[in-house]
């Protein structure tokens, strides 16, 4: 979701100006486990797991939380070996509902049935832990304000916390392209691929730190979505260097939540939700900067 209202003119001064490249905190997470996106010739679903989580101990990322849709395993029961080799790896699970459906499509009841389901799930594979994070599939949290106070009164009556999300750039559109450049052996879109990775990335940064000044007065630990696709896979060792670059260190999403500016509510009706500053954003009537993904473009790589 991006905001287009106009800014206020001192808003819009206080985005343009330049923040100042501090040391900045960031927790990495990742939706949709066991699977996302096309599979490329050649790999598996395994392989794709174990190569996030060898770059995630390769790295010394701190413990990254996975959020799981456990309907993918009806389909494709042999898949239940990413979740075991998450959870192998020492890596936290969260639920993001059973079968990821959008909360303006269901009831209240319906979709606490389907956050319900996921459980029996996330009890075997984490015993005696805690997983009790709830991530919104899609960032939606409710088209209507009575719909959006039942579920998060129902998520903290069953000991829930959200797992909110501050960086979003859209990952998972590179998935799908990637695995047909697979397919076609087109090297040099792939290399293409990767370079809007990278800056799509980079200029999401710029922009959720420019607006969470404007929101916040300040930084905030920030919470990156990602997902289990295989181009992320690839990409993750660049994305962490690229974080690196940018002057930021790496922490869990409990600690991140931590922070005071992810218990304050926007209280909206929002159909397409979105991060935390989006929703804020959207409340007070202030606009993103520009903050456009290639969709188009991808879309059309190695059709």
Known sequence: ?????????????SLVC?????????????DDLPTEGDL????????????ILSTLRNQHMPLVYGFINAVQLESEPENIVVLKAWRAAGE?????????SAIDKLTPAEFEADITKNEPLLTTLMPGQDWHWFRYPYLREGETLEKRHIVRAWLRQNGYRIAHVSIDFQDYLWNDPYA????????KSIDALQSTYLSTADQSITAFRKVTHALYGRDIPYVLLLHIGAFDAKMLPDLIALFRQRGFTFITLPEAIKDPAYAEDADIPLKYGGTIQEQLAAARH???????GPEKELEATCR
């Open 92 to 100: 936290p699970l969260g639920n993001h509902s059973y079968d990821h």
């Open 40 to 51: 490329p010739d050649g790999q598996t679903r395994l392989q794709i797991a174990d190569s």
């Open 1 to 13: 979701m991006r905001i287009t209202k106009s800014l206020p003119g001192i808003l819009l001064l």
């Open 286 to 292: 202030i606009s993103f900067p520009p903050n456009s």
């Open 18 to 30: 330049a923040i100042p490249a501090l040391p900045q905190q960031v927790a990495f997470t990742f």
């Open 180 to 187: 047909r450049c697979i397919a076609k052996n087109d090297t």
